[in-house]
């Protein structure tokens, strides 16, 4: 069970406890929407047949790029209250990688805001995969992280908005 | 002066740990520490214009400016989520 809104474990995520978390140490009847993603490891990846995925963090600067996101979602969106959890370490096809979830009172917000964080964790958040297929092994390499980069975040905004 | 090198993913598989305790020149920077992370381990120097770095676990640039005793992390590209 997280006890922070923005975290990083080793256990496996649980979904409900995080969107509890979200929706806790807030008045009552304040949120009429808790939208949520949950990013799951797929079996299947540039035609290879993926066995595990092995995730790993620089901890206290993830926690960071989530407090920058978390503080970018404020600006689009002030209503919403925002928990972020990723896992690190070895995980299995169909485990969760990542659970986001986002409280507003009306749903719109919350569902933007759920996009736009998982759009910004991959440009952003000091965090990286190595893939285990069949027959070999590799790191996948995305965005290079600069949470200063304007286009990446208005790429991210429009795919929020689209 | 004494810095601390923490590499990540790909590099510090091709630095072969994942910290390194270097001393650098004074009025060095990140790009400093960079080259001297390169000149030791070449393979990593292509790795240069994808790169981030980070200063005592926040975001920094190349040109940034670093102190006896930081940490300075080189942070290839990213892929969480």
């Not at chain 1, 929706?23 to 299947?44: D, N, Y």
């Not at chain 2, 650098?24 to 070449?42: K, S």
Request: hydrophobic share 45%; charged share 20%.
């Amino acid at each position: 069970m997280p006890t922070t809104l923005l975290s990083i474990t080793d256990d496996p995520i649980d979904m409900a406890s995080v969107v509890r978390l979200v929706e806790a140490g807030e008045p009552a009847g304040r949120f009429g929407a808790v939208t949520s993603f949950l990013g799951i490891v797929r079996g299947e990846n540039l035609g290879r047949r993926v066995v595990e995925l092995e995730y790993e963090a620089y901890e206290p600067l993830a926690i960071k790029a989530f407090e920058i996101i978390s503080a970018e979602v404020a600006g689009h969106w002030p209503t919403i209250r925002l928990a972020v959890q990723h896992r690190i370490g070895r995980l299995l096809i169909g485990e969760a990688s990542i659970v986001i979830a986002a409280a507003s009172p009306h749903r719109a917000e919350a569902f933007q805001a759920c996009r736009y964080v998982i759009e910004r964790v991959k440009q952003i958040a000091p965090i990286w995969k190595r893939e285990v297929f069949e027959g070999g092994e590799a790191w996948v390499e995305g965005a290079t992280a600069d949470p200063t980069d304007a286009a990446a975040r208005e790429a991210a905004y429009g795919r929020a908005c689209g | 002066m004494r810095i601390t090198i923490l590499v990540f993913a790909r590099l510090r598989d091709l630095a072969g740990s994942p910290r390194l305790v270097r001393a650098v020149p004074e009025g060095a920077t990140v790009d400093t520490v960079w080259q001297a992370l390169a000149a030791e381990f070449p393979a990593v120097a292509p790795y240069r214009g994808s790169v981030s770095a980070a200063v005592n676990a926040d975001y920094a640039r190349f040109t940034t400016p670093v102190a006896d005793g930081n940490e300075v992390a080189f942070l290839p590209p990213v892929s969480g989520g």
